[in-house]
Structure formats: structure tokens, C-alpha cells
């Protein structure tokens, strides 16, 4: 997945979980949309470099959408949206002999991001997107998230149904270490993972490379639960 119009900014504020401020490298002041509604407190610190994708459409308020920030020498997406764009071009590729793909498909109650078929088979894919970073480490979730839970139980009960069912956590970032369930800020999703493991739901953690202009899952990392 690739953007456009892509610029440089240094990091102002945010003061809501929309909505930051930045200066441009021509030392202009730019309203910007957040298109991640985490808390990135360990991402989004004053004065750090951000990539903004600059919109073509001049009648919104917003004139630049925040897609990416450095973390030192590390570039970590943050966009919230590229892992499932990401997640569309891979997956038929990790999945060969696919013969149906389709994004957004309701089972029962549910959405998922994915569906797809093979010969025999029938998978249901939830994605996660994983910006949390630490020497390395990567973690999820950085917030509590009832809606990840939710997804998991989701997932178990598709497979009690019958379906294949993937969990695969897109780490927007080069090079990581691992992945893990974030203990310290929702400890009950490390138990979800593990019922989803024991009940068939395939677990997966890939990093990805990542450029001002691109991201692009690459490598499986070990998911430690």
C-alpha cells in the first residue's frame, strides 16, 4: 500500500484524539486529521517528525491526514487503516490457491475484515493493527479495547461453526523482536488469545517494512503468549 503527497512536519499537539497540530518544514502551522484514535502517547511527543499525506480535496477542514511518525531513528506507521489495506495484498498471497476474497463480510452478528476460500476451506480474518514499541517489543493493545475481545470470541465461535478463523496482528514497523498481549493495560486479552489458540483460531504476528511513501507486511515474528 502506498500514499501520495507525502511531507514532512514537526509534531505540535493534539488536543483531541483527531485532531493535531503541526508546523510543515515552510514553517506553516497545518491542522491535521489523526488517523489513529489510540492514545500514541509514546509516539505523538512534541517536537518529533511526522509524515503528513496532504488531501486533494480543498474543501476539508483538515487539510493533511497524519500517517506516520519517527520514533528516533525508527519509522512507525500510525495510520489506522494501512494494516487491513496492507493485510488485502497479502493475504491472498499467504493463502495460495484462493479462490474467493472479499473484504467486510458479516457472519451472523458479526464483521470481519476478511473472508476468503479455498478448496475445503472456509476462513474468516480479523486484523489488529500493532504500533506499541519498546526496545524492539511489540504490544497489544496500547489502550483497552472491548472491541478486541470481542473479536476474539467472535473468532472461536466461527470456528465451533466450522470456519477457519485467523487472528493476524500487522506490526507497523521494521525489524521488530516479538509480539505480545500488552499485560499491564489489558491483561484479560492474553487469556482471550490463549482460548482462541486452544479452540483452532491461528494466531499470527508479521512486521512490516515500512517507508514515508509505503508499507508492506514482510516477516513473521514470534507471537509469545
Not at 514532512?8 to 506553516?28: K, Q
Not at 495510520?79 to 476474497?101: I, M, V
Request: neutral net charge; hydrophobic residues 35%; proline residues 5%.
Amino acid at each position: 500500500m502506498t500514499y501520495s503527497n507525502i511531507e514532512r512536519a514537526t509534531f505540535l499537539s493534539r488536543p483531541n484524539r483527531f485532531v493535531a497540530y503541526c508546523r510543515s518544514e515552510s514553517g506553516e502551522e497545518i491542522r491535521c486529521h489523526v488517523k489513529n484514535t489510540g492514545r500514541c502517547r509514546e509516539l505523538l511527543v512534541p517536537a518529533c517528525t511526522v509524515l503528513l499525506e496532504r488531501s486533494q480535496n480543498p474543501r476539508r477542514s483538515t487539510p493533511c491526514d497524519l500517517v506516520a511518525v519517527y520514533k528516533g531513528d525508527r519509522l512507525i506507521n500510525m495510520d489506522s487503516q494501512a494494516p487491513n489495506r496492507a493485510a488485502a495484498e497479502f493475504l491472498p498471497r499467504l493463502y495460495k490457491g484462493c479462490t474467493f476474497f472479499r473484504a467486510e463480510y458479516k457472519w451472523g452478528n458479526s464483521r470481519f475484515d476478511f473472508y476468503l476460500e479455498r478448496p475445503g476451506e472456509r476462513r474468516l480474518i480479523e486484523i489488529k493493527g500493532v504500533t506499541l514499541e519498546e526496545d524492539g517489543h511489540t504490544y497489544f493493545p496500547d489502550a483497552p479495547t472491548e472491541r478486541g475481545l470481542r473479536h476474539v470470541e467472535e473468532l472461536i465461535a466461527a470456528r465451533r461453526e466450522g470456519f477457519a478463523a485467523t487472528l493476524l496482528f500487522v506490526i507497523q514497523l521494521e525489524g521488530a523482536v516479538d509480539c505480545a498481549p500488552n499485560d499491564r493495560t489489558q491483561p484479560a486479552f492474553r487469556e482471550a488469545l490463549r482460548r482462541a489458540r486452544d479452540a483452532g483460531v491461528e494466531l499470527l504476528a508479521y512486521d512490516c517494512t515500512v517507508t514515508e511513501t509505503a508499507m508492506e507486511i514482510c516477516s513473521a515474528v514470534p507471537l509469545l503468549l
